[in-house]
């Protein structure tokens, strides 16, 4: 299993994380997020390993790539997206962990310049969240700190249902 962690609030992060790791999943970051997790001593594999491809732009791209929204969009009960994705060497992302750049607070600074509006501006966080959400059947959508310790009990416990999903990819959708 395999989740994908790359938040701007890190509140609650690293006992999720090590709690994802207790229960058997690698967990691949983004640069700020991985540097984090890092810092902590957790096990995490930087998103340009997977993809073998850098993060460029000062960060403005680093996961827009077919290995990452490949193993997020695959229908695991496809046998053409499965075989796909053996023949591509793609990895399933299993969990997707993304909170947004704080674009309000920035925007709404009185001194604030165009630039910092812009650059607060986030692309692919709101594009992993729109595509878990999208396959939260196989895929789970993580967007508040707030569900980690529930989110942790239901895979402990395998009573992750439908439902739960269903719930979780609505927040999602309401945060995009």
């Not at 999943?25 to 001593?41: D, I, Q």
């Not at 591509?88 to 165009?114: H, K, M, Q, W």
């Not at 789970?140 to 439908?162: A, F, N, Q, R």
Request: overall charge positive.
């Amino acid at each position: 299993m395999r989740a994908l962690l790359s938040v701007t609030n890190k509140n609650r992060l690293v006992p999720f994380a090590k709690g994802l790791l207790s229960l058997g999943y690698e967990l691949v970051s983004t640069g700020g997020t991985y540097a984090f997790l890092s810092s902590k001593s957790v096990p995490v594999t930087q998103i340009s390993q997977i993809t073998q491809f850098p993060e460029i732009l000062e960060g403005r791209v680093k996961t827009l790539h077919p290995l990452i929204y490949g193993g997020i969009l695959a229908l695991r009960d496809s046998l053409e997206h499965i075989t796909c994705l053996k023949d591509y060497g793609i990895v399933p992302l299993d969990l997707i962990c993304v909170n947004l750049y704080a674009f309000g607070s920035v925007a709404s600074r009185p001194n604030r310049t165009e630039e910092e509006v812009l650059e607060h501006i986030d692309i692919g966080g709101p594009t992993l969240i729109r595509a878990a959400a999208k396959n939260y059947r196989f895929v789970l959508p993580v967007v508040d700190p707030v569900d980690y310790v529930e989110i942790l009990s239901k895979l402990k416990t395998k009573t992750l249902g439908i439902d739960y999903r269903k719930r979780l990819a609505h927040k999602a959708f309401e945060m995009v």
